[in-house]
C-alpha cells in the first residue's frame, strides 16, 4: 500500500515556526512539525521557480 504525502499545510508551518520563536517546542519537536507539514515540498518548490530571498 503506497502512502500519497498530504500537500503542504502552510498554517502548521507557520504554527510550528511560531511555537519555535517562542520558545514553546523542542528543536526536535519543532522540526518534526515542519517535516511532516511539508516544508520539504515548500522548499523543492522554491529551489525548482529560482527563488531568492529579498535583501530586507
Same mark, same amino acid.
Given at each position: 500500500?503506497? !502512502?500519497?504525502? @498530504?500537500?503542504?499545510?502552510m498554517t502548521k508551518l !507557520?504554527?510550528?515556526w511560531? $511555537?519555535?520563536e517562542k520558545g514553546?517546542?523542542? @528543536?526536535g519537536k519543532v522540526l518534526a512539525n515542519l517535516k511532516t507539514a511539508g516544508l $520539504?515540498?515548500?522548499l523543492a518548490e522554491l529551489k525548482a521557480t529560482g527563488w531568492? @530571498?529579498?535583501a530586507s
Open positions: 500500500m503506497a !502512502f500519497d504525502r @498530504p500537500a503542504p499545510d !507557520f504554527a510550528a511560531e $511555537a519555535w514553546e517546542e523542542l @528543536p $520539504a515540498e515548500i531568492t @530571498p529579498k
